[in-house]
């Protein structure tokens, strides 16, 4: 069974920085796709960053040159570094893994402060 686990949300005040981790329990990680979606309050989910099992990146236009998305294959790990955060990137943010089938993180809270 799938399992993906997410790490390093939290509070930080605006400007600051954070970097998220997900591990993911499966086999053939390298051949998945891997993606962040960002849940704010009373809004739907959104895509934030996405990498695919090629390597090709692409982002939100809010979060382009703030933040980075990337993987090691070898860890079964994806991450979302974030830079010069702001309240509005608050929300719940899951980790997305996908190639026939999509799974799913439990989600992490990051608050941005003002």
């Known amino acids: 069974q799938v399992q993906l686990v997410e790490s390093g949300g939290g509070l930080v005040p605006a400007g600051g920085s954070l970097r998220l981790s997900c591990v993911a329990s499966?086999?053939?990680?390298?051949?998945?796709?891997t993606r962040w979606y960002r849940q704010a309050p009373g809004k739907e989910r959104v895509l934030v960053a996405s990498?695919?099992?090629?390597?090709?990146?692409a982002y939100l236009d809010s979060v382009k040159d703030r933040f980075v998305i990337f993987r090691d294959n070898a860890k079964n790990s994806l991450y979302l570094q974030m830079n010069s955060l702001k309240p509005e990137d608050t929300g719940v943010y899951f980790c997305n893994v996908y190639r026939t089938m999509t799974f799913w993180g439990q989600g992490i809270q990051v608050t941005v402060s003002s």
């Open positions: 499966m086999f053939g990680f390298d051949l998945y796709g």
């Open positions: 990498i695919d099992r090629n390597g090709t990146v």
